[in-house]
């Protein structure tokens, strides 16, 4: 069984034939929203180091150095699939590497990690929505109530334990750029399951990476021309270095695999757990201090995704 290993942590390889447990799926979904997470909080704490399009560039040429001797000994046999799915790979390397990482960047600029994260809670009604349109797949009654069940638990954190917390809100460009950047996602994460089955992991996800970051580019020296990059200090290089290594090796090979097994509908649920990681990487790195409210919007949240992923009494199974 291939497996690729990365930020300390082992991923089974999406390529792999045989399809593997949902629960083996649910667990490397998770992960992949654990080293997610990680991204967001440097996103926001890196604002001020790089530009949008230069921290997704170094980040995804970090992938691609990486990737390299892994995938390209692989190339030379899949070089026929390559070819004959170009459009395909081309569209996932638009969405999922260069536009959704740049708005992500681009609106943690201007709001807050917690807006950030409570508008990433929408990404799954997105996968219902783009499953419906492309695939004419609907959502069901359970994945719609663990939807809602998660949403509420995102709130209880949002709110601080006090629903008037709610009402004082502030909303910045920033949301609704992130905003898209969930349509955005949710396209990518349904367009996923048409990657052509043949086509090893490994070598997928070093393709998507490096189209990607070529793409990345003009946007990129563009910027520069206007903005000088700035050299960041050691403790930014580290954060550059994790992006391109768990949250972006490691992580799309966890969620390639998860969606690959599970399908675009369950896997999207799990992205509920990217505000309690999230919340708990603040605690532990920025130094913020945990109250009850984060405790019962965490098992709230567990709860929901609970729920929209269990497998319904007599369905078919995959493991």
Known sequence: MGVFVAGGMICQNPG?????????????????????????????????????????????????????PF?????????????????????????????????????????????AVLINSSAPAFMLLWSWAIERERGTRTQVAGMLISLAGILVIMARGDGANLLRLEFHSGDAIILLAMAVWGLYSVLLKRRPPELDGIAFLFVISLAGT??????FALEAWHSPPRWPGPAGVAAVIYVGLAASVAAFICWNRGVAIVGANAAGFTLHLLPAFGTLLAIAFLGESFHPY??????????????????????????
């Open 214 to 219: 070529a793409l990345i580019l003009p946007g």
């Open 71 to 115: 995938a390209v000994p692989r190339l030379r046999e899949q070089l026929g699939v390559i070819r004959r799915s170009a459009g395909l790979l081309l569209a996932l390397s638009f969405l999922g590497v260069a536009l959704f990482q740049w708005m992500i960047y681009q609106g943690l600029k201007t709001t807050t990690a917690v807006n």
């Open 16 to 68: 792999m034939k045989n399809p593997g447990s949902r629960a083996t799926a649910f667990l490397l979904l998770a992960l992949a929203t654990l080293f997610w997470a990680g991204n967001w909080v440097l996103g926001r704490a890196l604002r001020d180091d790089f530009e949008p399009a230069a921290l997704n560039f170094w980040r995804w040429l970090i992938a691609v150095l990486a990737l390299a």
């Open 294 to 319: 984060h405790a019962a919007g965490i098992a709230t949240i567990l709860a929901g995704v609970a729920v929209a992923t269990r497998t319904p009494k007599g369905a078919a199974r995959t493991d």
